[in-house]
């Protein structure tokens, strides 16, 4: 029986991230109390802190399930400390997502683990291995959304109401962007196993350029309302309206001024 890994460091979480749920703490403790009178600054901390600690946790699903299916190498690759300045690819998985999400308000998919995929036997578990990061975005989703779903949100503070809401929509666009069944996403890789080797070849040059494909359909108007209606219509779903998430970005956007005399129903 092959070990997992040998060195418990390869599996010790990293105080960056530590530092990273700190911060989400923090700020949204400011956010719930109004603390000193700067709630979109503490809107801003709270979602960008939040954001990384998703896709941190989108990268560890990988890299865990990828283990469990037999890859050991993500052990000592740094993969399951949750420390986002260990995976391969830092730029796309943490820095562009982030400038994504202060420009235009959506959750761009990052993904970043290399897994050796020799290592691992199973069509299923190749699926498996894809499927899981999107995955961990929608639970990620339905945890912040619990006060919606469950009625209790009228006791939550407005700005902190709206910043989960908008936190929320990220984990949702990340989750459906990245289940796109686009070389280069997950939901290619959820369907690449089950395809014939001539069809992988023909779509291998188009991996690294898929989410740029995906985001460039995004500027069609038509393809820009159907996504959107996709996305607010599975936000309402889980009890999240338009004006919530609307007021979610604008908190987010400080220096453009917070919004004044919020009433929500």
Known sequence: MTSASPHPEHHRISPVFLGLVAIMAVSGWAVWYGWADVTGVSVFFFVVAGWIVSLCLHEYAHARSALGAGDVSVGAKGY???????YTHALLSIVLPVVFVILGGIGL?????????????????????????????ALFAGVLTAPFWLHGVHDVPVAFRCA??????????????????VPGLDGYGVIEPWLSPAARRQAEPFAPFGILIVFGCLWIPQVNA????????????????ELETYLGLEYFRFWQGEPQNVLLP
Request: hydrophobic letters at 50%; a positive charge; zero cysteines.
């Open 80 to 86: 399951l400390t949750l420390n986002p300045l260990r």
């Open 109 to 137: 998919p990052g993904g970043a683990v290399y897994i050796e995929r020799g290592r691992i036997t199973g069509r299923w578990k190749h699926s498996l291995i894809s499927v899981s990061g999107p995955a961990t975005n």
């Open 164 to 181: 989960l809401a908008f936190l929320a929509l990220l984990q949702v666009t990340a989750a459906l962007l990245n289940l796109l069944p």
């Open 226 to 241: 159907v996504f959107w209606d996709v996305i607010d219509t599975i936000l309402r779903g889980m009890g999240v309206s």
